[in-house]
């Protein structure tokens, strides 16, 4: 159906209203987690996601990145940064996202998301120049941390082609977003809380956007973000593109379909579920008493680990314990400033932090490199962060594995969300200094000596005859 689209609230969708939307138990706000864990229920599951109907018919894959209508430097930087066949969701959608249809894209974690609307955002914007604080394309986020991944991954590309990218999030310094955006920016990608301030205080202004991205659609479409999310998405060109991509669209997102899109291509290569095949389950059975000293070991083990926990205050506990251990852990989570949520994000990156200890806010679309193991120390409550929290692993055709502890009181519940999730897991019972729990983790003790994780020295050039450090500005480049 070829509805005008319209910039208008919810009360004057077309007739028909809105209609009931599923409901969303977990309400999450700025990939915030909750309290709890202990013997809640699964959230039940959402409505399976009904696609809307496509009119126009999609235009059909393609298999390579040559047969589809790209410039130049986008195809020169696509084989310069190594990647060579598109996937399949980025095959699928790409040659109508770059004929400038509406897109509604599921695709599995790790399965290429960014750069399927990555590249067609900037081969439209390419070639256009945007007046200050007044961007020409907008991405929009649920973190911080994700937003900054999307601008990296982007990076190369846009250079490429010219085209130069904002990154707003919140905790760092407005001035110098509101700077960058006054020097002009055609794309932003952004979390909404800052653009929302940014607009605000009169520094940037959407009614020029003419290509509008949600990643992690149905996250943004969760009760914390819908209101900020709408309100922003009635400010851009009214009729621009719109593309929503998750790896679990759901009926959370049946809203933002119906009032933003129109006539949209849907993508839906993955079941709901989402699940990765390359990926090993794991429920490990363990005792209350035991659990401390099995996770301790987890942790200790050759690699990096990715363990996930419901709230700050164990995350802050369980790396306090592990670094006393001698492991190498750093805690990521939202009561972290800005600067430490970063480094300790780019420490896990490069090695310096090897047990990378999370709440939900590390559990949506971010990609470390070489990560083959993701462990639940609390069980997810929702089927939909168990898929995305295993997502950190098996990523992009790699393999790996998520391992969830279950202490008895716990297993029924875990029983009914690895159904909801749609997943068969191998459940084992294990304990510490066991040859289950080795085999499945590569767990071992470490080595008792307590460590600490030092802040790195800021990189600078080294000039000669450099003024001192003391007193200087940070260079543009810093930022
Ligand atoms: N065509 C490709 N060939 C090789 N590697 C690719 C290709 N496309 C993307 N990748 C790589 O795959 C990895 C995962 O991509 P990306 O982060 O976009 O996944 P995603 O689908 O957004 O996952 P999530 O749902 O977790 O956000 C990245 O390292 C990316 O560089
Ligand atoms: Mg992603």
Redesign the pocket.
Known sequence: MNRARTNNRFSRTRSGGTGPLRSSASGRSGGQNQAGGHGRRPAAIRGEFAPPKTVTPALPAVEAFTDLDLPEQLLTTLAA???????P??GATLPNTLAGRDVLGR??????????FGLALLARTAGQRAEPGQPLALVLVPTRELAQ?VSD?LAPYARSVGVRLATVVGGLSIARQAGALRRGAEVVVATPGRLKDLIDRGDCRLGRVGITVL??ADQMADMGFLPQVTALLDQVRPDGQRML???TLDGNVDRLVRRYLTDPVVNSVDPSA?VVTAMEHHVLHVDVADKKATVTEIAGREGRVIMFLDTKHAVNRLTRDLLASGVRAAALHGGKSQSQRNRTLSQFRTGGVTALVATNVAA????V?NLDLVVNVDPPTDPKDYL?RG??TA???ESGSVVTLVTPDQRRDMTRLMAAAGIVPQTTRVRSGGAELHRITGAQAPSGIPVTIAAPTPERPQRAAAPSRRGRRRSPAAR
């Open positions: 940064e190594g990647v060579s066949v598109p996937f969701i980025q695709g599995r974690t790790g399965s290429g998301k960014t750069l399927a991944q991954a990643d992690e991509f998750s790896a989402g949506r679309g971010i990609h490199d995305h997502g950190r990523r992009a055709g």
